[in-house]
């Protein structure tokens, strides 16, 4: 059954096209080319190998026509034994001095491109990170670098080995004896490798109809199995297992023909040898009788033989794996042309030392074109200065700080720092000029002292206690059995909410940037660290530019301007006592969190 093919497939094992293919040696072909010394070295290695090789034969025909009856010998010919063992011990040796050059060029090119893979990834818009799965990307990384050596070691230690050969062979055929030769081993190598390709071609459809029905039957099963009880009490263990009989009987067809299109496609390649050998041996035979070929001839060309068709007996294996190889590499090298959604412009700027502004202007975004965020949103904060924001969940609030760490461009309007457009900035200096205390916050699993030093890797111990001090963390560190060195499991899941928290707050204090941005920061602690902790954030704000995403209003009374958003818009601005005097949202949210305290 034939299926029109998507547009790409997204199948692991889809075959690589031909453009596919140049495309990815293409991309290839430059980290391979920083080691053409050692690629060269490599292979006059592997040229070295391969007249060793060829010599062995020459030598073994020299050997016979000398002991051959008629020609005695006076003494042992002692200069081609010696000179037979040296070429023996050669090839092994050019061999593996071909893998000593060659190994590092190997595994640095896989380096490389596991580390621009990785530095790419990171470089990736959040919204490209949101919607793949972090999981298959690693997956597909990690295969597309195995395969970058299999296909290396393929290519150089069968395929071109294999050619050389071929070609060495065919040179001293026609230059020793007559074209003939020549001819009949081209003609049948050439019909050995069509007739191959070919057939594994169409064998490679046949295994991943194979391998499909093999995950469609082992589904049914698992699927059947962990419905264990839904089975019994519907008395259905019959049918399920017709069910699932239905998947093998489809997987028994595909395996067979597997089997046996394996079988005929040995066949043919053994037709073809023996086909050629036959005619080979056939012409050097009358070559002896007529008197114009020695023994010593025809024991080389049929060695000769033997030694070509040895490699060829793999080709079909190395044939599929590397195009396995060259798809999973296409895939890897597919991620690293997805576009950076948000890229540096070319004459990007750094900002200046200091306080800085911050302001948006007329801003409007969205996630998805269909269903807008933020719609013609304006406000400043003053440089040192403090505005806070408040809102219903959903309102857009956290979406403002994903905006200013410029995550996504916004749709319209401008967003400015220091005066200049942040589309006009490297992001880099953007991004070091802000701290923030996000509103979850998910921890390296690694040592609590390592997630606060993550603010600034270079800060002192003493700086990260002080940190650790000021987020009201120090004291809970310190009654820890290992203290900073305590684990704090994988996303941070062995502390509770409240602590991460403190730790955010405390590598956010440690980063020590101009511009802060709280988010629901302390939402996770008790009123009293909470307050304990409202000194530090003060502190921290005193004299930087600060964007305070409030839950609890209480904690910005004092802030320059409090806006109050809702679904994406400001609806009410101004100071505290204004807002409470105008008696509109603001003025009942406060109402409400009132008596909520006063009943607490
Ligand atoms: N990555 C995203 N893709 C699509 N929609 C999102 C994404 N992140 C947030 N949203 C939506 O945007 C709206 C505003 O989110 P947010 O700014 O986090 O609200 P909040 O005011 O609670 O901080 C929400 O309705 C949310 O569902
Ligand atoms: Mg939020």
């Known amino acids: 059954m034939r299926r029109n ?34 690629m060269l070295l490599a292979l006059s ?33 002692a200069g081609l034994l010696l000179l037979y063992g040296a070429l023996r011990f050669s090839t092994s040796l050019f061999t593996e001095f071909r893998e000593i050059f060659f190994a590092r060029v190997t595994q640095q ?9 990785f530095r790419h990834l990171h470089a990736l818009s959040l919204r490209f990170h949101l ?9 597909d990384i990690e295969r597309g670098t195995r395969s970058i050596s299999a296909l290396i070691s393929y290519t150089l230690y069968s395929i071109l080995p294999t050619l050389v050969e071929v070609s060495l062979v065919l040179g001293i055929l026609i230059t020793k004896y007559d074209a003939v030769f020549a001819l009949i081993t081209a003609v049948s190598l050439t019909a050995y490798v069509v007739f191959t390709v070919a057939v594994s071609n169409w064998r490679i459809g046949i295994r991943r109809a194979m391998n499909d029905t093999d995950s469609a039957a082992n589904t049914r099963a698992v699927d059947s199995l962990l419905n264990y009880e839904t089975v019994k009490y519907f008395n259905n263990e019959e049918y399920e297992a017709r069910r699932y009989d239905e998947q093998l009987r489809k997987w028994e067809d595909a395996a067979t023909t597997s089997q046996v299109s394996l079988s005929w496609l040995n066949l043919g390649q053994q037709a073809i040898i023996a086909t050629g050998v036959t005619a080979m041996m056939w012409r050097a035979a009358s070559g002896v009788v007529e008197g114009t070929m020695s023994i010593g001839d025809l024991v080389l060309v049929n060695a000769f033989l033997i030694q070509l068709y040895v490699p060829l007996n793999f080709l079909g294996v190395v044939y599929r794996e590397i195009r396995q190889a060259l798809t999973d590499i296409e895939r890897m090298f597919d991620l690293l042309t997805v576009n950076r959604e948000v890229a540096d412009a070319p004459d990007a700027l750094s900002l200046p030392t200091g306080p800085l502004e911050v302001s948006f202007d007329t801003v409007a975004f969205a996630y998805d074109k269909e269903r807008p965020i933020l719609q013609d949103l304006s406000f400043t904060i003053a440089p040192g200065r403090t505005v806070a924001v408040v809102g219903h969940s959903g309102a857009g609030k956290s979406t403002l ?12 309007g401008q967003l400015r720092i220091g005066g200049h457009d942040i589309r006009q900035l490297k992001q880099s200096s953007l991004r070091a000029a802000i701290g923030i205390v996000p509103q979850d916050t998910v921890l390296f699993n690694d040592t609590i002292g390592y997630n606060i030093r993550y603010g600034n890797p270079d800060a002192s111990d003493a700086q990260v206690q002080e940190a650790a001090r000021a987020a009201q963390l120090h004291e809970f560190i310190a009654q820890l059995p290992q203290g900073y060195e305590a684990r704090v499991g994988e996303r941070g899941l062995k502390l509770s909410g409240g602590e991460k928290q403190r730790v955010a707050i405390a590598r956010a204090l440690l980063k020590n940037p101009p511009i802060l941005i709280f988010d629901e920061a302390t939402s996770a602690l008790d009123s009293q660290t909470e307050k304990a902790i409202q000194g ?38 101004g100071k505290h006592a204004e807002l409470l005097a105008s008696e509109g949202a603001y003025a009942h949210m406060w109402l409400l969190q009132q008596e909520e305290e006063s009943h607490a």
Not at 18 to 38: C, M, N, S, V
């Open 5 to 38: 093919l998507p547009p790409k497939p997204p199948a692991a094992d889809a075959s690589p096209t031909e453009t596919h293919i140049w495309r990815t040696l293409k991309l290839l072909f430059p980290y391979l080319w920083q080691y053409r010394g050692r």
């Open 45 to 77: 290695c592997l040229v070295g190998a391969k007249l060793a090789n060829v010599g062995v034969p020459l030598v073994f025909k020299k050997m016979i026509d000398g002991m051959t009856p008629g020609q005695q010998m006076l003494a042992l010919p």
């Open 109 to 117: 090119a896989v380096r490389r491109i596991a580390l621009e893979v």
């Open 131 to 139: 919607e793949r799965q972090t999981g298959g990307v690693s997956r």
């Open 401 to 412: 700080a994903r905006l200013l760490y410029r995550f996504y461009d916004v749709g319209g």
């Open 536 to 573: 530090s954030l003060e502190n921290a704000a005193r004299g930087r530019t600060t964007l305070v995403i409030a839950h609890r209003l209480s904690t910005i009374m004092d802030a320059d301007e409090i806006l109050v958003m809702d679904a994406g818009r400001i609806v009410e601005r």
